[in-house]
C-alpha cells in the first residue's frame, strides 16, 4: 500500500510537470511562429555586385588572417575602386554574427542608384569588413579581435582619400553594431571622432547569453566609456525589427545612450516588421535609411560632406525615423505662414464631423476649414486622407472681416505634429492629436485645415473629433498577479458614430491582449480601423494592426518591453472610422501567447536555475536525504517570493526528461559511445581498432594516466575542448558502471538457484545491489551537472575548431573559464568526484549546508538586475563546489 502510494505521488509530480513542460514548448513554438507575414519588398542589383579587396599593413593582415576589408561597386564603378580612387563619402558596413561582408549590397546599390537618380553632387562609398563568419555573439575574445581589426580599417579608409575626410560613417548588424561602437573607442583621438553618425542594426545592446568573462567585459566597458563617443557628438541610432525578429528582442535593441530608439513597425513609410536578417534587405527600411544618411550631407561645403554641427545631423535623422511627415526629403516647416487671400472659410461649429470635397464645386482657391476653440472638450483629433499638403494645419486669431465671417490672414504652424499613418488603399493619410490647453498662443481662437488647389484634384476626406480625453479612455485591468498565467479578463465598450480616437490603458500585469471590433450602424461599406500598441520609452509604435470589414478580428499583441519599463503602462490607441460605430472587445491573450512572451523574456534564466536545482539535489544526496523538507520549503518560498516558481517548475521538468534520456541512453547507447571512442583513439595514434580496444580499457582502469592525457590536451588546444571530453569520458564511465550492474545482477540469479548459501547471499547481495544504484543515481546527478556546466565550453570549442587551420591553440580563452575547466576535468577523471555512500555526520551536513546555499545564491541569480551577466559565473563555481566533494571524498 505504501509502494502504490508513493508511486501515485511521484506519478501526479511527474505528470504535472510534464504538463507545465508541454505548455512551454507550445508556448515556444508560438514565440517563433506567430508572427505577421514579411510583406517587405526586395532590393534588387541594378549591375552585377562588385567587391574590391583592400589590403592593410602586412603586420595586420598576418595578425588577422581570416579577415578582410572591401568596397563595393557596380559597373564603371568598380573600376575606380580597383585603381583605389575614392572620391565619395564613406560608410563602412560591419556585418554582426556569422554575418558576410556582401550583406551591405542592398544599402550600396540603392545609394549608388539614388545619387545617379537623383545627379547629386556627392555619392557614397560603401566598405565592408569579412569577419570570418565567427562567434562573436557567444565568444567575447573574437568580439575583442573583430574591434581591433576594425579599428584598423577606419584608419585605412581615411587614409584612402586624396582630399581630407576625417569621418566615417558606420553602419553595424547585430553584433557589429557594437564592433561599431567599440572600434570608435579603441581609435586614437576619440575626441576629434572618426565618425559622427553610427547606425545600428537588430543590435543586442544587452545580451541574452554571457558565457564568458571577456564577452561581459566587454559590455561593461562598452557602457563605461560610451560618453566619449557622446562628448564627441556622435549621433548615433538604433533600429530594431520588432516581433519579427526572435533572436534579439526589442528590449534587447534599446541603447540607453542613442538619439533615438525606434522599431521599424514605427518608422514612416516602413511600418513593418523585419526579422533579424531581412532588416538589411528590407525595401522600405534600406530607402529610409539611405534617405536619412542624404540630408545629412553638408551640400555647401566643397566637397560635400555629412554636416559637422550634430543638431543638423539630428534634425535629418529623426525626420526620417521618428518625425517623417512631409515627403521623402527633408523638409523644414516654418514657424508662421500667410494665408492666400481670397480663399473659401468655412467653419464647422460640430464637435464631431467628416469634410469631402465630393460634393464641392471645382474651384481653384483654397479651403480653410475652421474649427472654433471654446476650450471645452480640450482634445482635438484630425484624421485626414488624400491631403498631401505639407504645411496644413495652423493655430490662427480670426481677427480679419470676409463676407459675414471673421477669417485668419496668417497662423502658427503646427503641421510639424503631423504623423503619417498607414493606408490598405496606399492612400496619404494623416493625423494630429492637439491637446488645446497647451495651445497658448495670443489670442488664438481657431485651429485652421489648409486644403490646396492641388489636394482638391484628388477625393480629399478630413475627420475632425472634438472630445475629452477622459470620456475616450478605457481602463484595461488584467487577473490578480497571482492567476495572472491562467486566467483570462475580458472587456467590452461601444462606440459611437463620429468617434475617431480612443485610448486603452493596459495594467502593467498584462503581457499579451486581444482585441476586436465589431462594427454596427455603419454607412461606409469599406470602413477601416486601426490600433496602435505604444509602449513606455522611446521606441513609440511597436505593433498597427488594421481592421476592416472582413477582418475584424480578434486580433494578438504582445507587449514587446513589458520587463525593461515595468513603471509605465503601455497604451492602445484607436483611430475609427467615423461612419461607424463599433464594439471594441478588449481581452487578456491566450495562455499559450501569455506563454510565449514569458519564453521570449526569461527563457535564459533556465541556465542558472538547473545548476541551482541540481546543487540542492546534490546537498540532500550528501546529507542522505535528512534535513530534506526544510530545504524543499526554503526552495520553494525563495522561488515564490521572487517570482521564479514558473522557470523551477520548468528546469524541473527538463532534468525530469533529460534523466530519462540519459538512462536510455546508458542503457542503449553505451556500445556506440565505446565504439566512437575506439575509433576515435585509433585515428588519433594511428593504431588498429583492436589496439584502440585495449588501450581505452586500459586507460579506463588507469584513471591516473587519463587525467594526464586529458589535461595535456588543456596547454595545447583549449580547456573547453578538454571539458567537453571529460564529459563524453563521464558518460563512458556511467555505461561501464550500468554493465557492472547487470554482471552483478546476473551472478546474483545465478546463485539464487544455489539452496545452501540463499539467505545468506541474498542479504548480501540486497545490500551490494542497492550501493550500486545508489551510486548510479548520485552519478547521474553529477553527470546532469556537469552536462550543463560544459554548456559555456561550447562557444570556445566551435571558435577553437573554426580557426584550427590558423592555429591550433585558442590564444584568447577566458583565464577563469580556463582554470575552471581544468579543476572540473581533473576531478572527473580521477574517478574521486563521488558521494559518500555512507552519511558522515557532521561532515556531511557542512558539506550539504554549503551546496544547498549555494544552490540558493544561484537561483536568486534570476531575481537580480540583467542576470544573464552572471552565467559565466556557474563554471567556477561548480569548480568549487566539485574540489570540496572531491576533497570530502579523499579525506574520508
Not at 279 to 304: A, E, Y
Not at 695 to 704: A, E, M
Not at 766 to 791: G, Y
Request: aromatic share 12%.
Amino acid at each position: 500500500m505504501i509502494l502504490f502510494r508513493s508511486i501515485l505521488i511521484y506519478a501526479t509530480c511527474f505528470s504535472f510537470l510534464m504538463l507545465f513542460l508541454l505548455l512551454y514548448i507550445l508556448g515556444a513554438a508560438r514565440y517563433i511562429t506567430d508572427f505577421e507575414e514579411n510583406t517587405c519588398d526586395m532590393t534588387y542589383m541594378f549591375e552585377y555586385p562588385q567587391y574590391v579587396r583592400i589590403s592593410l599593413d602586412n603586420e595586420i593582415e598576418e595578425r588577422y588572417p581570416r579577415y578582410g576589408l572591401y568596397v563595393y561597386g557596380e559597373g564603371f564603378v568598380t573600376e575606380k575602386h580597383r585603381r583605389m580612387y575614392f572620391s565619395g563619402i564613406p560608410v563602412l558596413f560591419i556585418p554582426g554574427n556569422a554575418g558576410s561582408h556582401e550583406q551591405v549590397r542592398s544599402l550600396a546599390s540603392v545609394s549608388l542608384r539614388k545619387s545617379l537618380k537623383d545627379r547629386t553632387p556627392f555619392h557614397f562609398d560603401y566598405f565592408t569588413v569579412s569577419l570570418g563568419k565567427d562567434y562573436s555573439a557567444l565568444y567575447g575574445g573574437v568580439l575583442m579581435e573583430e574591434t581591433l581589426y576594425v579599428s584598423h580599417c577606419i584608419q585605412k579608409i581615411l587614409s584612402l582619400y586624396k582630399i581630407s575626410v576625417e569621418n566615417v560613417i558606420l553602419i553595424g548588424h547585430s553584433m557589429g553594431g557594437l564592433v561599431a561602437k567599440g572600434s570608435v573607442l579603441l581609435t586614437s583621438n576619440v575626441n576629434a571622432s572618426v565618425t559622427n553618425i553610427i547606425i545600428t542594426l537588430a543590435t543586442p545592446h544587452t545580451p541574452t547569453l554571457v558565457l564568458d568573462r571577456t564577452l561581459a567585459n566587454y559590455y561593461y566597458n562598452l557602457e563605461n566609456q560610451l560618453n566619449k563617443i557622446k562628448d564627441a557628438e556622435v549621433n548615433i541610432i538604433s533600429i530594431g525589427g520588432g516581433p519579427r525578429d526572435i533572436l534579439v528582442t526589442t528590449t534587447q535593441h534599446i541603447d540607453t545612450t542613442a538619439d533615438i530608439n525606434v522599431l521599424s513597425t514605427n518608422i514612416p513609410d516602413v511600418w513593418k516588421s523585419t526579422d533579424h536578417l531581412s532588416i538589411l534587405w528590407c525595401k522600405q527600411l534600406v530607402f529610409t535609411v539611405v534617405r536619412s544618411l542624404f540630408d545629412s550631407v553638408n551640400v555647401s561645403q566643397r566637397p560635400p560632406r555629412i554636416s559637422s554641427k550634430p543638431e543638423e545631423r539630428m534634425q535629418a535623422l529623426s525626420y526620417h525615423f521618428h518625425h517623417h511627415a512631409a515627403g521623402k526629403r527633408l523638409y523644414y516647416y516654418k514657424e508662421t505662414v500667410q494665408f492666400e487671400p481670397g480663399g473659401q472659410w468655412i467653419e464647422d461649429i460640430r464637435t464631431q464631423y467628416t469634410w469631402s470635397n465630393k460634393n464641392l464645386s471645382k474651384k481653384t482657391s483654397t479651403v480653410y476649414l475652421m474649427i472654433r476653440l471654446n476650450r471645452q472638450p480640450d482634445q482635438l483629433t484630425i484624421d485626414t486622407i488624400n491631403l498631401e499638403s505639407k504645411d496644413w494645419l495652423f493655430a490662427c486669431a480670426a481677427s480679419s472681416i470676409q463676407g459675414q465671417s471673421r477669417v485668419c490672414t496668417w497662423g502658427w504652424n503646427l503641421s510639424n505634429r503631423t504623423k503619417l499613418l498607414p493606408d490598405l488603399l496606399y492612400r496619404q493619410r494623416k493625423t494630429v492629436d492637439l491637446n488645446l490647453k497647451e495651445i497658448k498662443y495670443p489670442g488664438v481662437t481657431h485651429i485652421v485645415i489648409r486644403i490646396t488647389p492641388d489636394d482638391l484634384d484628388k477625393h480629399v476626406l478630413v475627420n475632425v473629433d472634438l472630445h475629452d480625453y477622459e470620456t475616450r479612455l478605457i481602463p484595461f485591468k488584467g487577473s490578480i498577479p497571482l492567476l495572472k498565467t491562467l486566467f483570462i479578463r475580458s472587456q467590452a465598450k461601444r462606440s459611437d458614430i463620429g468617434h475617431v480616437r480612443y485610448y486603452v490603458t493596459i495594467d502593467n500585469n498584462i503581457n499579451v491582449i486581444t482585441i476586436e471590433l465589431k462594427t454596427s450602424e455603419c454607412t461606409d461599406p469599406k470602413h477601416n480601423a486601426i490600433v496602435e500598441l505604444r509602449e513606455p520609452g522611446s521606441i513609440g509604435v511597436t505593433q498597427i494592426q488594421f481592421f476592416t470589414v472582413v477582418d475584424n478580428g480578434p486580433k494578438t499583441m504582445k507587449m514587446q518591453t513589458r520587463y525593461k519599463y515595468s513603471n509605465d503602462s503601455p497604451y492602445l490607441k484607436l483611430t475609427l472610422d467615423p461612419a461607424c460605430s463599433y464594439t471594441i472587445d478588449i481581452q487578456e491573450g491566450s495562455i499559450i501567447d501569455k506563454i510565449s512572451c514569458i519564453v521570449r523574456d526569461r527563457w535564459y534564466l533556465l541556465y542558472t536555475t538547473i545548476i541551482s536545482l541540481l546543487l540542492i539535489f546534490l546537498s540532500i544526496r550528501i546529507n542522505h536525504g535528512r534535513e530534506r523538507l526544510p530545504t524543499i520549503v526554503i526552495t520553494i518560498l525563495l522561488s515564490y517570493y521572487y517570482d521564479l516558481i514558473f522557470e523551477c517548475l520548468i528546469a524541473l521538468a527538463i532534468l525530469c526528461v533529460i534523466t530519462i534520456g540519459l538512462c536510455c541512453s546508458i542503457i542503449f547507447l553505451g556500445s556506440v559511445a565505446h565504439g566512437i571512442a575506439v575509433r576515435f583513439l585509433a585515428r588519433a595514434i594511428a593504431f588498429s581498432t583492436t589496439w584502440s580496444d585495449w588501450i581505452l580499457g586500459g586507460l579506463n582502469q588507469l584513471p591516473f594516466i587519463t587525467t594526464i592525457f586529458v589535461l595535456s590536451i588543456i596547454p595545447a588546444t583549449c580547456g573547453a575542448l578538454a571539458m567537453i571530453i571529460s564529459v563524453f569520458l563521464y558518460f563512458l564511465n556511467l555505461t561501464r558502471m550500468y554493465e557492472d550492474y547487470l554482471e552483478e545482477l546476473l551472478m546474483a540469479s545465478l546463485q539464487h538457484f544455489n539452496w545452501i548459501k540463499r539467505s545468506k547471499d541474498t542479504k548480501n547481495n540486497s545490500t551490494e545491489h542497492e550501493d550500486i544504484r545508489q551510486k548510479i543515481f548520485n552519478h547521474l546527478i553529477l553527470f546532469l551537472l556537469w552536462c550543463f556546466t560544459a554548456i559555456p565550453a561550447m562557444p570556445s570549442v566551435l571558435v577553437w575548431a573554426k580557426n584550427f587551420s590558423y592555429d591550433i591553440r585558442l590564444s584568447t580563452e577566458d583565464p577563469l573559464l580556463y582554470h575552471s575547466w581544468t579543476i572540473l576535468v581533473a576531478c572527473s577523471t580521477l574517478g574521486w568526484l563521488q558521494i559518500p555512500p555512507k552519511y558522515q555526520g557532521i561532515r556531511s551536513q557542512a558539506l550539504a549546508s554549503v551546496l544547498y546555499f549555494v544552490g540558493w545564491i544561484i537561483l536568486l541569480i534570476g531575481a537580480a538586475d540583467r542576470p544573464q551577466f552572471y552565467q559565466y559565473y556557474m563554471p567556477p563555481i561548480v569548480a568549487g563546489v566539485t574540489s570540496l566533494i572531491t576533497l570530502n571524498f579523499i579525506t574520508s
